[in-house]
């Protein structure tokens, strides 16, 4: 080769190097537009916010992931960010930077975010169960009046309290309850209303989508916190359910805690298989994506959000050995039956 040909094949060489790199900071390739109108613009139709839990790592380098989420969701849920081992991992240290990087994104998308979670018993750092009593008060104040007020002009929804029932129906003992008793789910909320007065403040729930032990004593606990005053407006309905279907019950459920004069919203809503899923499970798991939002349109829910929105970043099969296909859109990011079903469901 003379030296014309070796510069040339070195421009060559150097050209797609230079392609690859523009690529995998772009974060890769544009996400392929999905049929039809996006759900946040038929939600928005129907006076409903959609959403989804959105994970910041991915975002942060898949392209198509977040133009997926900026398409087609009105509100996202940072589904690990913004939970205590992740913004308090030694006491007193606070670290927003992944939090506020999805809360940046999701301002540009003109997206609400629902904050979560405050006080949960999991995802809590080791040091803050090994407190006694009025260290563990201590810490929780200072948890509440620090994340709640970060995040102030930001995040409109919080999950105050995640999961305070056990399946029996009793208070679950978690470290909360053991050192603080039951009045840790009222004082909670007094504090994040203090530090944010203009926050909808949710208690959270798994496992009481439909009339069971566990949502008897949940409508127990939030009519007993209206009662006295205490600062809630809604209770988060998890749903995340799997192919054998949702509580017959599900829509008189939450009827009566609407009636208590709460906001109810659907706040996890995923629907797990058993892999490997045949076309007629997709199918009938497109059925119950339906299910999911008819309940919430019928009872005037003020929010879904679905825990995920693609089977490649799901926690299903993270979690869940032999489970998944979850969500709406298959792990290429392309529509599954679900997703034309969830579409039909908000008028489309
Ligand atoms: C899950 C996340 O999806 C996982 O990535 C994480 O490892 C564990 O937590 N109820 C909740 C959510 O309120 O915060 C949980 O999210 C799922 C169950």
């Known amino acids: 080769m003379g030296s014309f040909g070796r510069r040339a094949a070195l421009g060559g060489v150097f050209l797609v190097a230079l392609l690859c790199a523009i690529y995998l900071v772009r974060g890769g390739a544009d996400a392929k537009p999905l049929p039809g109108q996006p759900l946040r613009v038929l939600a928005k139709a129907k006076g409903l916010e ?12 898949n392209r198509a992931y977040r133009q997926t989420i900026a398409a087609q969701f009105s509100t996202v849920t940072p589904e690990n960010e913004m939970k205590w081992e992740a913004v308090e991992p030694e006491r007193g240290r606070f670290e927003f930077g ?10 540009e998308a003109k997206q609400k975010i629902r904050g979560h979670t405050l006080v949960w018993h999991f995802q809590l750092p ?11 008060e201590a810490a929780m104040r200072e948890h509440i009046r620090r994340v709640v007020g970060h995040f102030k002009d930001d995040v409109s929804v919080w999950d105050v309290v995640n999961e305070p029932i056990s399946d029996r129906g009793g208070l679950r003992p978690s470290v ?69 279907g949702l509580p017959g019950d599900l829509v008189a459920n939450l009827q009566r805690f609407a009636a208590l004069g ?6 996890e809503a995923d629907v797990g298989l058993k892999l490997p899923a045949s076309a007629q ?26 825990w995920g929105f693609t089977d490649s970043r799901s926690w299903i099969p993270e979690t869940q050995p032999g489970m998944g296909a979850a969500t709406l859109l298959d792990d290429k990011l392309a529509p599954k039956p679900a997703f034309r079903a969830v579409q039909r469901a908000l008028g489309g």
């Open 281 to 306: 499970d997709l199918e009938r798991q497109a059925q119950i994506y339906d299910q999911i939002v008819q309940g919430c349109l019928t009872v005037q829910c003020k929010s879904l959000t679905f």
């Open 126 to 136: 080791g040091w803050a169960r090994e407190l006694g009593p009025r260290d563990l």
């Open 98 to 107: 992944p939090a506020d990087a999805i809360v940046d994104r999701a301002r």
């Open 50 to 61: 959609i959403g989804t839990a959105i994970r910041g790592d991915e975002a942060r380098k």
């Open 262 to 267: 709460l906001d109810v919203a659907i706040t």
């Open 176 to 244: 909360f309850m053991r050192r603080l008793g039951e009045g840790f789910i009222a004082l909670a909320f007094r504090l994040a209303h203090e530090a944010d007065p203009d926050a909808r403040l949710y208690l959270n729930e798994i496992g009481a989508d439909g009339i069971n032990a566990k949502s008897n004593r949940l409508y127990e606990v939030v009519a007993a916190l209206k009662r006295d005053g205490v600062p809630i407006d809604g209770v988060g309905f998890q749903v995340h359910s799997n192919g054998d």
